[in-house]
C-alpha cells in the first residue's frame, strides 16, 4: 500500500456508486464529462499505434525490450479490443493470468508472492495530476512517483492521436520527458494571465521555472506565475489540498500553511528576455489582489480555521474543492463544518458522498481534469 500511495482500502463497489454520482452532478450542471479510459481507446487508431502505445506502456512498467516478460504482455494485451486492453493495464495483470516458461521475478517484481506482473495504476481517479490544462495547451506531467509516472503517457496519446485533440492546435507547455516532476495539483489556473503552482512533496521549483519560461516564451498569454511553497507531506501532497479558487475573489484556505503573521513564502515570476524575473513576497492575499487586479478576496478557512476541525477536515481534502462556475462548487458531505462556513460565505455548495472515494486522499477537484471552460471574465 504504501508503494501505491495508499494509507487505506477503499471498498469498490460503493467508491464506484460515489463516483458516478460525482459524474452525475457534473452532468446534471451543463458538464460534458469524458472518461479516461474510452479516450485512451479512442486514442489507439490504428495497429501500429496499438503497438506502440503497448511496447511504451511495457517498457515503463520495468521490463525490457525483447524479454519474455516483455512479448508475452504484448501478445496477451494486443490480441485484446481497445477498451478492454486499457481497462486492463489501469487495473494490473496478474501473474497467474499469462504463461510464461521462465519468468525473471526480478524484473516483475522481488516478491515471489506479489501477484502482480503489471502493477495496477489505483490513483487514477485522480485525473488532475497527470496533465494540466493551461490556456490554448497543457503540462503533460513527470510525476514524482515511480506508482504514477505511467499515467501521463495516457495523456500523451490522448492529445497525439484523438479526433478531438491532434492537430486541434493544442500546445504542450512541457512535455513528460523530463528529470524534475511536477502534478497537476499544483497547477492552479487563476485567470486568462495569471497561474499559481506549489512548490511541495510532488513540484519541484526546477519544473515551475521551465514551465515558467515556456509559458512566457510561446505565446501562451500567460505573463505572471505564483509559485506557493506549502508543507512538503502526505496530508499537504499538493497546493490545491490547501488552497483552491472558488469564485473572483475568494479561495479556500487551509490554516496550516500560513505562519502566525499569515504568512507563506511566494515567488512571483514575469518574463524578462528568455528567462524570468523573480521577486520573493510573503502576503498571500496582497499577492493575490495585485495579480488579479482585486480591491479585496476572501480567504475562507478551512474548518473555519478551528484547531481541531481543520486539520480533520483537511485530511478529508477539506479544501479541494471543485469550482464548476464562479461561486459554485462540488465538495465532499463529510466535510461539513467547512461546507457550512462556504454557504455562509454565499457560495453554492454540491455535497457529495465520501465515505470511500475519500480513502484515496484526494476530493472532488484531484478527481476532475477540466479541458475547456467558458470565458467567464467578470
Same mark, same amino acid.
Given at each position: 500500500?504504501?508503494?501505491?500511495?495508499?494509507?487505506?482500502?477503499?471498498?469498490?463497489?460503493?467508491?464506484?456508486?460515489? !463516483?458516478?454520482?460525482? *459524474?452525475?452532478?457534473?452532468?446534471?450542471?451543463?458538464?460534458?464529462?469524458?472518461?479516461?479510459?474510452?479516450?485512451?481507446? %479512442?486514442? &489507439?487508431?490504428?495497429?501500429?499505434?496499438?503497438?506502440?502505445?503497448?511496447? +511504451?506502456?511495457?517498457?515503463?512498467?520495468?521490463?525490457?525490450?525483447?524479454?519474455?516478460?516483455?512479448?508475452?504482455?504484448?501478445?496477451?494485451?494486443?490480441?485484446? $479490443?481497445?477498451?478492454?486492453?486499457?481497462? !486492463?493495464?489501469?487495473?494490473?495483470?496478474?501473474?497467474? %493470468?499469462?504463461?510464461?516458461? #521462465?519468468?525473471?521475478?526480478?524484473?516483475?517484481? $522481488?516478491?515471489?508472492?506479489?501477484?502482480?506482473?503489471?502493477?495496477?495504476?489505483?490513483?487514477?481517479?485522480?485525473?488532475?495530476?497527470?496533465?494540466?490544462?493551461?490556456?490554448? $495547451?497543457?503540462?503533460?506531467?513527470?510525476?514524482?512517483?515511480?506508482?504514477?509516472?505511467?499515467?501521463?503517457?495516457?495523456?500523451?496519446?490522448?492529445?497525439?492521436?484523438?479526433?478531438?485533440? *491532434?492537430? @486541434?492546435?493544442?500546445?504542450?507547455?512541457?512535455?513528460?520527458?523530463?528529470?524534475?516532476?511536477?502534478?497537476?495539483?499544483?497547477?492552479?489556473?487563476?485567470?486568462?494571465?495569471?497561474?499559481?503552482?506549489?512548490? #511541495?512533496? +510532488?513540484?519541484?521549483?526546477?519544473?515551475?521555472?521551465?514551465?515558467?519560461?515556456?509559458?512566457?516564451?510561446?505565446?501562451?498569454?500567460?505573463?505572471?506565475?505564483?509559485?506557493?511553497?506549502?508543507? !512538503?507531506?502526505?496530508?499537504?501532497? !499538493?497546493?490545491?489540498?490547501?488552497?483552491?479558487?472558488?469564485?473572483?475573489? @475568494?479561495?479556500?484556505?487551509?490554516?496550516?500553511?500560513?505562519?502566525?503573521?499569515? @504568512?507563506?513564502?511566494?515567488?512571483?515570476?514575469?518574463?524578462?528576455?528568455?528567462?524570468?524575473?523573480?521577486?520573493?513576497?510573503?502576503?498571500?492575499?496582497?499577492?493575490?489582489?495585485?495579480?488579479?487586479?482585486?480591491?479585496?478576496?476572501?480567504? &475562507?478557512?478551512?474548518?473555519?480555521?478551528?484547531?481541531?476541525?481543520?486539520?480533520?477536515? @483537511?485530511?478529508?481534502?477539506?479544501?479541494?474543492?471543485?469550482?464548476?462556475?464562479?461561486?459554485?462548487?462540488?465538495?465532499?458531505?463529510?466535510?461539513?463544518?467547512?461546507?457550512?462556513?462556504? +454557504?455562509?460565505? $454565499?457560495?453554492?455548495?454540491?455535497?457529495?458522498?465520501?465515505?470511500?472515494?475519500?480513502?484515496?486522499?484526494?476530493?472532488?477537484?484531484?478527481? #476532475?481534469?477540466?479541458?475547456?471552460?467558458?470565458?467567464?471574465?467578470?
Amino acid at each position: 500500500m504504501p508503494r501505491l500511495l495508499f494509507d487505506d482500502i477503499p471498498y469498490l463497489p460503493i467508491a464506484q456508486k460515489e !463516483h458516478d454520482e460525482f *459524474a452525475q452532478v457534473l452532468k446534471t450542471n451543463g458538464v460534458e464529462v469524458l472518461y479516461l479510459d474510452d479516450l485512451v481507446s %479512442e486514442s &489507439i487508431t490504428t495497429s501500429e499505434v496499438k503497438r506502440e502505445f503497448l511496447n +511504451r506502456m511495457i517498457a515503463e512498467s520495468g521490463f525490457k525490450e525483447e524479454s519474455e516478460t516483455a512479448n508475452t504482455l504484448f501478445e496477451y494485451l494486443n490480441n485484446m $479490443g481497445n477498451l478492454e486492453m486499457v481497462t !486492463h493495464i489501469m487495473e494490473g495483470v496478474r501473474k497467474d %493470468e499469462v504463461e510464461l516458461s #521462465s519468468l525473471d521475478l526480478k524484473e516483475a517484481s $522481488g516478491d515471489k508472492a506479489y501477484p502482480f506482473l503489471m502493477d495496477p495504476m489505483p490513483n487514477l481517479y485522480f485525473t488532475r495530476d497527470p496533465a494540466a490544462a493551461i490556456g490554448n $495547451g497543457l503540462s503533460i506531467n513527470k510525476m514524482t512517483y515511480k506508482a504514477r509516472q505511467r499515467e501521463s503517457l495516457f495523456m500523451e496519446y490522448i492529445i497525439s492521436n484523438h479526433p478531438k485533440f *491532434a492537430n @486541434q492546435g493544442v500546445q504542450v507547455w512541457r512535455n513528460r520527458n523530463h528529470f524534475n516532476h511536477i502534478e497537476g495539483g499544483d497547477e492552479l489556473v487563476l485567470n486568462d494571465h495569471v497561474l499559481a503552482i506549489g512548490i #511541495s512533496q +510532488r513540484t519541484t521549483a526546477e519544473a515551475i521555472e521551465d514551465i515558467a519560461k515556456s509559458l512566457f516564451t510561446k505565446n501562451s498569454g500567460y505573463d505572471t506565475v505564483l509559485a506557493i511553497k506549502i508543507p !512538503h507531506n502526505h496530508a499537504m501532497m !499538493h497546493l490545491d489540498t490547501v488552497f483552491t479558487m472558488i469564485n473572483y475573489d @475568494q479561495f479556500t484556505v487551509h490554516p496550516a500553511i500560513l505562519n502566525q503573521n499569515q @504568512q507563506i513564502d511566494i515567488w512571483i515570476m514575469h518574463p524578462k528576455g528568455q528567462g524570468v524575473s523573480v521577486k520573493h513576497e510573503r502576503n498571500l492575499k496582497e499577492v493575490l489582489k495585485v495579480a488579479l487586479k482585486l480591491d479585496d478576496l476572501d480567504l &475562507i478557512p478551512t474548518g473555519n480555521g478551528d484547531p481541531i476541525v481543520a486539520p480533520r477536515e @483537511q485530511w478529508n481534502d477539506g479544501s479541494n474543492t471543485l469550482a464548476i462556475a464562479p461561486g459554485e462548487v462540488v465538495t465532499y458531505d463529510r466535510n461539513y463544518v467547512s461546507n457550512d462556513i462556504l +454557504r455562509k460565505h $454565499g457560495l453554492h455548495v454540491h455535497e457529495i458522498q465520501s465515505s470511500e472515494l475519500s480513502r484515496g486522499r484526494g476530493g472532488p477537484r484531484c478527481m #476532475s481534469m477540466p479541458i475547456y471552460r467558458e470565458d467567464l471574465k467578470k
